[in-house]
């Protein structure tokens, strides 16, 4: 069974930068592509990056874009998600997910799921 794990969530000031990280390990590690959604209190998860395992093509949603940066380890099994010029909306659950073409494309289809990892940008 794979399993992510993320780390690297803190709380910062706006316009501060973090890094996120996600570690993949267990069972096959033969996913399509990887990706990081977030949560906020109140509001349904949205996809905020991703990334094919494969081919290395990112996107965005367009309210990081220009900020976030994703790159994948191979070697490590890993992702990374590079978030600078936070904002107070940028608060939230960030978890990372593994999946299917459609999850860079409509950020459906994960199968596997970390437990998250809690951004908080306030002044």
């Known amino acids: 069974q794979l399993q992510l794990v993320e780390s690297g969530g803190e709380t910062v000031q706006p316009g501060g930068s973090l890094k996120l990280s996600c570690a993949a390990s267990g069972g096959t590690a033969d996913y399509f592509a990887i990706g990081w959604f977030r949560q906020a209190p109140g509001k349904e998860r949205e996809g905020v990056s991703c990334i094919g395992s494969t081919s290395g093509t990112a996107v965005y949603s367009s309210s990081v874009e220009g900020r976030f940066t994703i790159s994948r380890d191979k070697a490590k099994n890993a992702v990374s998600l590079q978030m600078n010029d936070l904002r107070p909306e940028d608060t939230g659950v960030y978890s990372c997910?593994?999946?299917?073409?459609?999850?860079?494309?409509?950020?459906?289809?994960?199968?596997?799921w970390g437990q998250g990892t809690q951004v908080t940008v306030t002044s």
């Open positions: 997910a593994t999946g299917s073409y459609r999850l860079c494309v409509s950020w459906t289809g994960a199968d596997h």
